[in-house]
């Protein structure tokens, strides 16, 4: 590498070992390229077009603030909703006008309007069997007395089970004989229930209701019947306004309806197109079937559809967006704070091991009582003084963040100290800050430049995490812990969870490939062999 030829033999001696470790070499391009793609994220996610040419003049509201009375002549000075102006009658009238939008047309604080999301023009129509139930009454023999739409348990027409020795025809489970037998010792019992099954292999939930004791003991006991789940599957097919199959076909089962049952189906998918609807009753045969005819509706948060490829949030705000600019702001936060804890770090370590002695001891005693302080509540206390925001949660983090480096800086002040090259330059007169910082730290560099990435990807996660806890950014600054939080308030949404715990989980990955490999090239002994 040319390139290299700039650096010290020993730098380049580094580089070469780093560039050698190829996840570690392109972890740091791709984190590199995409945080400086991030820093001008407003070019290619942006609610604004680039370009908008508007009765014949040429305008970039993405550099620049065009109020609604400039563009149209008339209106408040308040900012211009360019989307409802693109689709404006003015604006379609003219050929001439046109607009060139980002490549993701949603800024991360833009609230998505329902009605705009596109979704399929179709309602669901579900056809599922009605699970049928019954109940009947039997005495201490099991002898039915009496049923209710019990025929078909019964592989009979109702009224034939009455009289019917109860299991001749049905195996009870031991735990609904036991609820049987308390009842009719007039015994208190909870509701039991259990699966029997027919003798022709059918089976059926069986259940008994709470029981509390009565004057006198019972001469019957009621028995639940239910059907467990159907054999016939459920049928689903799509109308589309035109009340026609989207598949172009009609199920099987369809052509199983009378012309009355399909009239009412239809008619319930129309309405729905508009409304709510409640399920409908049909009979197959002699099997009942109920209709459900639904229509996906957009309420937030919402899956992701053509448009929106990450899905929308909580608050109707595309995730793809937000995910880039949390990403900006992860990493600005990220590296922020490791530059301004090695600094702190470095000067308060150097200085320690540089001096020693009673400066030494007493720096230690200070540093270990600060670092004992609960960072949390120092954190929750000046944000319910000041207010969130992200330079006050830099500053009260890097005040905290600095002490782990200042361990590893003075160790190493400590040891150089004493070298002959340190000597050399007390000999000819160097004041302390030119030994400091252009004699020892040159050569104490190793524990800045190792920690480096693990101290970002550090800094990444705590920052997701307090955004989680809601102690992190106000809102609605865009934050992937603030997309996880919203994650825990609506389980379902996985695309909350997916997305930005996957983009989280890589971005740390990269870093700790990146130290890795840094780890690796500032090793003093690269290969060791066991002998």
């Known amino acids: 590498m040319k390139a290299l030829d700039w650096f010290h033999p020993i730098t380049r001696r580094r580089l070469r070992r780093f560039f050698a470790i190829r996840r570690a070499a392109w ?8 945080f400086v793609l991030s820093l001008g994220a407003e070019l290619f996610c942006n609610s604004d077009p680039l370009y908008l040419r ?40 003219n050929s001439d006008n046109w607009a060139l939008w980002p490549v993701v047309p949603f800024g991360p604080l833009e609230i998505v309007r329902a009605e705009r999301v596109e979704l399929p023009d ?20 099991l002898m039915v007395t009496r049923g209710v739409s019990a025929g078909f348990f019964f592989a009979g027409a109702d009224g034939e089970e009455e009289g019917v020795l109860l299991p001749t025809v049905w195996t009870l489970p031991d735990t609904v004989r036991a609820g049987i037998e308390r009842r009719f010792r007039n015994e208190a019992s909870d509701a039991v229930s259990g699966l029997a099954h027919r003798r022709d292999g059918a089976e059926a939930e069986v259940s008994l209701s709470p029981f509390s004791p009565r004057r006198s003991e019972p ?39 009378d012309e009355a049952s399909r009239e009412r189906v239809l008619a319930a998918a129309a309405q729905r197109f508009d409304r709510m609807v409640d399920p409908v009753s049909v009979r197959v045969g002699d099997r009942p079937y109920r209709v459900r005819v639904e229509r996906e ?56 091991g540089y001096y020693g002695g009673r400066f030494d001891l007493l ?14 509540y120092i954190l929750i206390l000046v944000g319910s003084v000041y207010g969130r925001g992200f330079g006050l949660l830099l500053v009260c983090y890097a005040l905290f963040n600095w002490i782990g480096i200042s361990y590893y800086m003075r160790a190493e002040f400590l040891r150089l100290r004493g070298w002959t090259f340190v000597e050399a330059a007390r000999a000819q007169g160097l004041p302390a800050r030119l030994i400091m910082f252009r ?35 106000p809102p609605p600054t865009p934050s992937w812990g603030e997309l996880l939080a919203q994650a825990q308030e609506y389980p379902w949404a996985w695309w909350l969870t997916l997305y930005p715990a996957l983009a989280l989980f890589v971005v740390m990955l990269f870093g700790v490939f990146i130290g890795e490999g840094v780890r690796q090239a500032f090793d003093p002994k690269p290969i060791s062999r066991m002998e």
Do not use: C
């Open 439 to 473: 004699h020892i730290l040159p050569n104490a560099l190793v524990p800045l430049v190792t920690f480096f990435p693990f101290s970002l990807v550090s800094a990444i996660g705590v920052l997701a995490a307090l955004d989680f806890l809601g102690f992190g950014l």
């Open 27 to 34: 972890s740091f391009a791709i984190l590199t390229v995409a």
């Open 297 to 352: 509706d957009v309420r937030f948060p919402f899956r992701p559809v053509a448009g929106h490829p990450l899905g929308i949030d909580s608050a109707g705000r595309d995730v793809l967006a937000r995910l880039i600019y949390g990403f900006r702001t992860s990493m600005s936060f990220g590296v922020l704070l490791v530059v301004a804890s090695l600094l702190v770090g470095t000067l308060v370590g150097a200085a320690q």
């Open 219 to 257: 001469k019957t006991v009621r028995l639940t019947f239910g059907e467990g789940t159907p054999r016939k599957a459920e049928t689903r097919f799509s109308l589309t306004r035109e009340l026609a199959p989207a598949s172009g076909e009609w199920p099987a089962l369809w052509e199983r309806l």
């Open 363 to 376: 720096g230690q005693r200070v540093i270990e009582v600060w670092d004992a302080l609960p960072f949390l």
């Open 122 to 141: 179709e309602v669901v129509v579900r056809i599922a069997p009605d699970p049928r139930v019954a109940s009947v009454n039997v005495t201490r023999e």
């Open 54 to 93: 508007f009765e014949g003049r040429s305008y970039f509201p993405v550099f620049r603030f065009y109020s609604e009375r400039l563009l149209l002549g008339s209106g408040p000075d308040t900012r211009m909703d360019y989307k409802a102006l693109v689709r404006s009658e003015r604006f379609s009238a």
